[in-house]
């Protein structure tokens, strides 16, 4: 079979050991959806050592890839990132390790594209860090949460570091406001997770004695007069865990439009808040080559100080 000029072939390093044919081709096609990647390893059209493979296939050092030419129609391509985002992403890196980096995610921004969401914080990073061979999300944070995000720059970063996340050797630390006047005593929610789907096909997630066990531990950080500044470290990680714990022990956090009240809602609006009050304030885990403990602290964004400051004002 005679290749077309376009086709790449392209040998596997000692880095990429181990990775998956999928996520491999993510890293090497930047802006391509995953969708389009799945769809041309099932036709044929990308090949390993001339044979053809499915998405899970673990790549070897030495393998050979053959990538087609992939021409992608405006509706199919991942959005290119604006210059805003690129100077703000830029400027979101907390702390670079040798194969780990942890940035400051803004508030609004996806972790990662898909669902109507043309781009997200992974795929923009990959654009604007074009010196990396590997770049993947240690762990997630929701769309509206900001604050420390893990990513890891090798293979074998991200699996020392998963393992970390699922052996509990990773703690992370959160601020969130909730209504009301959480109680001194009550520093401990455990309670069962159960992830469901609506009618219209949004997510959520509800306290459900079958579901996925679930602990969270809180800390009065700050008595306001119509709001507590609280500390949660999720001590497992479901999702929307703290979300849902701290509205099952009756303080909703403010800004939640999943999960929050009518009356956290005014209170909201009487604030100036705008969204979710949750920030990832520090994470720490172990450096995957060392071991050594890494503590890194991502301050809180000046929106939510103006609404702590607003919070102690009233009356």
């Known amino acids: 079979m005679t290749e077309g000029r376009d086709v790449q072939w ?9 990775q998956r044919i999928d996520n491999f081709l993510v890293t090497r096609l930047k802006g391509v959806p995953r969708a389009l990647i799945y769809r041309i390893v099932r036709k044929g ?5 001339k044979k053809r493979v499915k998405a899970d296939t673990r790549l070897a050092p030495g393998d050979l890839v053959r990538i087609p030419p992939l021409r ?3 509706r199919e391509a991942v959005r290119e990132v604006s210059d805003n985002l690129r100077n703000l992403l830029a400027g979101s890196v907390l702390v670079e390790g040798r194969d780990w980096l942890v940035v400051n995610k803004p508030a609004g921004l ?9 781009i997200g914080l992974i795929e923009a990073l990959r654009q604007v860090r074009e010196d990396l061979d590997f770049l993947e999300l240690v762990h997630r944070l929701d769309r509206e949460t900001s604050g420390c995000l893990l990513l890891a720059k090798s ?3 991200l699996l020392a570091l998963n393992e970390s996340l699922k052996q509990r050797g990773m703690d992370k630390q959160y601020l969130a406001l909730v209504a009301g006047r959480w109680p001194a005593r009550r520093d401990f929610v455990s309670a069962r997770l159960d992830r469901y789907t609506l009618a219209n096909g949004e997510r959520r997630v509800r306290v459900d004695a079958e ?6 531990r809180f800390a009065v950080r700050e008595t306001l007069p119509k709001a507590t500044l609280v500390e949660a470290e999720p001590v497992t ?3 929307h865990q703290i979300r849902v714990h701290a509205a099952h022990a009756g303080y909703a956090l403010l800004g939640d439009d999943k999960y929050g009240t009518r009356e956290g809602e005014a209170l909201a609006r009487q604030l100036g808040l705008s969204r979710l009050f949750l920030h990832a304030a520090a994470l720490t885990f172990p450096e995957p080559t060392s071991g050594r403990p890494v503590q ?5 964004p000046d929106d939510l100080e103006g609404v702590l400051a607003r919070a102690r004002a009233l009356g």
């Open 10 to 18: 392209v040998e596997v390093g000692e880095g990429q050991a181990g």
């Open 45 to 49: 059209e990308v090949r390993v050592n």
């Open 72 to 74: 992608l129609t405006p």
């Open 110 to 118: 996806a972790v990662h594209g898909g669902s109507g969401v043309k």
């Open 155 to 157: 293979r074998p970063a």
């Open 211 to 216: 579901g996925k066990v679930a602990r969270t």
């Open 237 to 239: 990680g479901r999702t």
């Open 296 to 300: 890194i602290r991502a301050p809180l």
